[in-house]
Every structure is written in structure tokens, then in C-alpha cells.
T-cell receptor
């Protein structure tokens, strides 16, 4: 079945550091790929997405490129801020056998940015 | 903006109690989902519904049931709560099918079963 493997946390960085959170996936067909973010005490919010190979999703300074050849969708940001502290989830969305969408999530990576 | 609301942020119940978790969305979305979130396991799909009165099992449906009598409301039911159902429960909704649509999440209900 479909699966998502993402970098285990927790990750702690200093403000203005470069961030990479790795994500690889296994799926049949051509899934859409997502990064969701969960700030403390809140539900998940969509951060960015890519729907086909070589697409780059970007939002709030974060970027991720859909790499079909390496089945990866790594999240990057050039200069992190304290406000980026959150849990980040990589996810893939594919069509189930019933023809309905199904999101499969990674286990999440907790990111803490220190001033 | 899409709004997904859940009836409680925190809930404490006793083993054997029947528990109802309610979710309401205000964007006329066809699809609604219930997940549970546990440390080290990420989010796991319990049930989903793609239309009123329709439901499909997700990856971990055991011990749960759902109800969708109106398009905007999707209820998760724990018939007889057990301690291993202590978790964060997240509801989500999305429009249509096709694999391209974002799921919008509620703030979550943290359920503790004693």
C-alpha cells in the first residue's frame, strides 16, 4: 500500500539556519504530495502541495519539489524563524479502490527554532 | 475561509462510556474524514464519508462508528470507550474527488479515557 517516510525528529535549529526535512514515498500511480504544518494547540494546515512530477510547491518561504525519480518531496527553507516552530507532516493523496481520495501521512517531524 | 469546527477541544470519559465527537464544516464539502493522531504514528484514517449517509472504513475503524445525516456534519462514535482510544482526534473535509483537493482540518479534540 501507499506509505510516506519522513525524517524523524525532533529537529532543533537556530534562527536563520537552513532547514531540510526529508520525505520519501511509496505509491502506485501518480499521487499528489503535500506538506501540512501543525502549530502548537492547533489543527493541521496545508503548507504547500505539488500535483505532478517536477512541480515545485512554495509558501511562506518554504519549498518542496516533487521528484518522481527519487520518490521524494523534501521540505526546505533558507532562513527559519522562531515562528516556524511546529510539527510538519508530509502526505500523499491518491485515489482509493473506491475512486475516492485517501491521504496517507508520515509520522511528523517536530521542529524547534531557538533565537 | 473554510471553517471546520469540532464540538470539544478536550474531553475526559470513563471506560465503557459511549462517546460522540462532532464535526461541522461550512463550505458544502462532499468529503469528510476522521483521523486519530498519536506520537510516532502520525495521522491514521479511521473513517471517511463522500456523501450524506455514505461511509467507508479507513485504516483503523475497529471500535469506532460514524454517522453523516447532513452534508455539513460528520460524527465519530465510540460505542464503548477504552483506554487505548485516548488520543487526539482530527476531523477534515474536502471538496469533490480527483486527488487534487486540499483537506481542511479542524482544531482537534483531545480525548482521555480513564
Amino acid at each position: 500500500g501507499d506509505s510516506v517516510t519522513q525524517m524523524e525528529g525532533p529537529v532543533t535549529l537556530s534562527e536563520e539556519a537552513f532547514l531540510t526535512i526529508n520525505c520519501t514515498y511509496t505509491a502506485t500511480g501518480y499521487p499528489s504530495l503535500f506538506w501540512y504544518v501543525q502549530y502548537p494547540g492547533e489543527g493541521l494546515q496545508l503548507l504547500l502541495k505539488a500535483t505532478k512530477a517536477d512541480d515545485k510547491g512554495s509558501n511562506k518561504g518554504f519549498e518542496a519539489t516533487y521528484r518522481k525519480e527519487t520518490t521524494s518531496f523534501h521540505l526546505e527553507k533558507g532562513s527559519v524563524q522562531v515562528s516556524d516552530s511546529a510539527v510538519y507532516f508530509c502526505a500523499l493523496l491518491a485515489i482509493s479502490n473506491f475512486g475516492n481520495e485517501k491521504l496517507t501521512f508520515g509520522t511528523g517531524t517536530r521542529l524547534t527554532i531557538i533565537p | 475561509d473554510v471553517k471546520v469546527t469540532q464540538s470539544s477541544r478536550y474531553l475526559v470519559k470513563r471506560t465503557g462510556e459511549k462517546v460522540f465527537l462532532e464535526c461541522v464544516q461550512d463550505m458544502d464539502h462532499e468529503n469528510m474524514f476522521w483521523y486519530r493522531q498519536d506520537p510516532g504514528l502520525g495521522l491514521r484514517l479511521i473513517y471517511f464519508s463522500y456523501d450524506v449517509k455514505m461511509k467507508e472504513k479507513g485504516d483503523i475503524p475497529e471500535g469506532y462508528s460514524v454517522s453523516r445525516e447532513k452534508k455539513e456534519r460528520f460524527s465519530l462514535i465510540l460505542e464503548s470507550a477504552s483506554t487505548n482510544q485516548t488520543s487526539m482526534y482530527l476531523c477534515a473535509s474536502s471538496f469533490g474527488t480527483g486527488g487534487l483537493d486540499t483537506q481542511y482540518f479542524g482544531p482537534g479534540t483531545r480525548l482521555t479515557v480513564l
